[in-house]
């Protein structure tokens, strides 16, 4: 989808919303990332005043899904939950703009920048996994007594959206490089998990809306400040859940278990996680690494997905066969 001619394109219907950030319409203008979103970097020639981009792949989110983001994001901020980018608003008060596109509406949202350095998975985490599980744990107690908007939607992410019949991401058959033997084992490792969700449930106490993507790419470490980006996918899933995100593309690093410590202790130092929820860790990295691996499938034109399409596959079979062994 993302080829360089549409990314420019995208770029230049930035560029023409500046102004409703109150933006100098010499201000520089260059992409960041691509994911879902394509995210650019603007900044003013003069006084260097910084905003990130976040121009909306059309059929992801409706205008209603991404307001309910922002009115999330805004009540943590106000709340003091949470350290994170600012949502800017545009000129008439709203948090979004837009421009048209053959025929589609192209969503834009502008953050505050935020400083700092994303953590790497080579250097010793686990400090900063008991800060994300400290984090993770004023985030989840915070959604169950804020009282949402009427209007409030996000996305579900239970098994049928993620590896299911109905999945947000796409089928995980159409993996790159997946062979018929490697389609039975992880039909085989979803029945499991299926199994183990269905027992688990979805109570109050287990299951709520979640940030559903902290891994190191949406975290930035400025000395004794951990914040948190992209609250794109947040939706509606299991706490625990946050963090088998917190893993993603290095779930198979022997560091995991000591990171899941981590995790737990620094969640459990704000609010109770019990051993059933600890136990069920491990079945919810299994969740999302099917996920992800679904993931590349459909987004191979992202530059995540093409760094790792030539192995993660044989990487989410080994941790499928692992798994099961476990089980």
């Not at 299951?207 to 400025?222: P, Q, T």
């Not at 995991?256 to 704000?270: D, K, M, P």
């Amino acid at each position: 989808m993302y080829d360089d001619q549409l990314i420019e394109t995208l770029r230049q219907g930035a560029i023409g919303l500046l102004d409703e950030w109150g933006l100098d319409p010499q201000t520089n203008v260059e992409l960041l990332t691509i994911s879902e979103n394509a995210t650019f970097l603007a900044e003013e020639p003069e006084g260097g005043r910084k905003v990130v981009l976040r121009v909306h792949r059309p059929g992801y989110h409706t205008q209603q899904e991404i307001e309910s983001e922002l009115a999330w994001i805004i009540a943590l901020r106000r709340e003091g939950i949470v350290e994170t980018p600012e949502p800017l608003a545009v000129k008439d008060g709203r948090y979004l703009a837009s421009f048209e596109m053959e025929g589609k509406q192209r969503f834009v949202v502008a953050f505050a920048f935020m400083t700092g350095v994303e953590p790497s998975p080579t250097e010793k985490l686990s400090s900063g996994f008991e800060q994300l599980g400290a984090i993770s744990a004023r985030l989840h107690q915070h959604v169950r007594s804020w009282k949402r908007p009427s209007s409030f939607v996000r996305k579900i992410w239970n098994f049928d959206t993620t590896v299911g019949p109905k999945p947000h991401w796409g089928d995980w058959r159409d993996a790159p490089k997946l062979t018929k033997d490697g389609v039975r084992l992880l039909e085989k490792t979803c029945q499991e998990l299926k199994r183990q969700l269905n027992v688990f449930g979805e109570g109050p106490d287990r299951f709520g809306l979640i940030h559903a993507d902290l891994r190191l790419a949406n975290l930035l470490v400025e000395g004794d400040r951990l914040g948190i980006i992209d609250f794109d996918d947040c939706g509606f899933g299991w706490f625990g859940y946050d963090f088998a995100a917190a893993v993603s593309f290095f779930e198979h690093e022997p560091i995991i278990t000591e990171l899941q410590e981590a995790w737990i202790s620094g969640y459990r130092s704000v609010a109770p996680f019990s051993e059933e929820d600890a136990r069920m860790l491990p079945s919810f990295v299994m969740l999302r690494r099917l996920l992800l691996t679904a993931w590349i499938g459909s987004h191979a034109e992202t530059p995540t997905a093409t760094e790792v399409a030539e192995t993660y596959t044989a990487g989410t079979l080994a941790l499928a066969e692992d798994f099961l062994s476990r089980t």
